[in-house]
């Protein structure tokens, strides 16, 4: 898939999966390239751009194995963004299958 | 690849990073490793999901620049804005010059003026334990009672002009945005 393409709804991404439960750092790139191709490093610095404009906070929690780990969590400001970029993504999903599916005036 | 050359790589390519923040995204790789070993996955084949630790580091470069872009540029169009409504026309200039520039001489004289009230009350205050005596009881309390109550109704002069600056300082900002908003109309309009 198109690089570009993909950039743009990562975030929607990473937003959603956070929006049921707070999530550490490989557990949320490894839910992700599950299911689209990517290299998974580049997660990170979405990660960190979240954070920065405080869509996402992060905590230290313990973990069984091994050293604690770094949580995120969806902040107020995360889960409203998180509502707006999905109904955009609706939109443009809708607009696009329009055009492409031919039924456009 | 393994771990630890993919480590010494990243750092590598991020050494123009502040120290901070290099540490605190090596760490975070560190843990991506950690948590993946934990679940018995290979060095090799996360190195190979992890992608090149250059272009990595390339993403991380571009975002702080343009995180800076965006903080030089609301300083730039903040800046922007008040000269162009100074010379958008004549209302605003005159808005900007007289109501701007007297308004804060305003609000500093009232400053100054509830200032030395408060200190008149609290130098009549010290007069009235000083010399009150001379003059009986009456006065004494008559000076000490309405000085304090002067320096009351000045303190709370004093939150009141605060208030009113932040008002001012409100209706300004208010101003600006509407200017910018007003200048970025035209633009489309032209």
């Known amino acids: ?105 | 690849m393994k771990k630890q050359e993919f480590m010494k790589k990243l750092s590598a390519h991020l050494k123009k990073m502040p120290k901070l923040d290099r540490d605190d995204i090596l760490a975070d790789f560190e843990e991506y490793f950690d948590a993946a070993q934990a679940e018995n996955e290979n060095e090799e084949t996360l190195c190979e999901r992890l992608g090149d630790p250059k272009k990595i580091a390339k993403e991380y470069y571009m975002q702080k620049y343009i995180e800076e872009a965006n903080m030089q540029k609301s300083f730039k169009s903040m800046s922007r804005a008040f000269a162009a409504s100074a010379s958008l026309g004549i209302v605003n200039f005159f808005y900007v010059l007289c109501v701007v520039i007297v308004g804060y001489i305003v609000i500093s004289a009232l400053y100054i003026a509830i200032c030395s009230i408060g200190l008149g009350a609290i130098a009549a205050f010290i007069a009235g334990i000083i010399f009150g005596g001379m003059y009986g009881p009456l006065a004494l309390w008559l000076v000490l009672f309405g000085s304090v109550a002067l320096l009351a109704l000045s303190v709370l002069g004093f939150i009141g002009i605060m208030k009113l600056a932040k008002l001012f300082r409100k209706a300004n900002m208010r101003f600006l945005n509407m200017t910018r908003k007003g200048i970025i109309r035209r633009k489309n309009y032209e």
């Open chain 1, 1 to 105: 898939m198109n690089i570009q393409l993909k950039k743009g709804v990562l975030e929607l991404c990473v937003l959603s999966l956070l929006n049921s439960t707070d999530r550490y750092g490989y557990e949320l790139v490894a839910e992700i390239s599950k299911t689209i191709e990517i290299s998974e490093g580049t997660i990170y610095p979405l990660l960190r751009r979240l954070k920065n404009e405080k869509y996402v906070e992060t905590y230290l929690a313990e973990s069984s194995e091994g050293p604690p780990r770094k949580y995120y969590k969806l902040t107020e400001k995360g889960e409203q963004t998180r509502g707006i970029f999905l109904t955009e993504w609706n939109e443009l999903v809708a607009g696009i299958n329009t055009i492409v599916g031919g039924t456009a005036a």
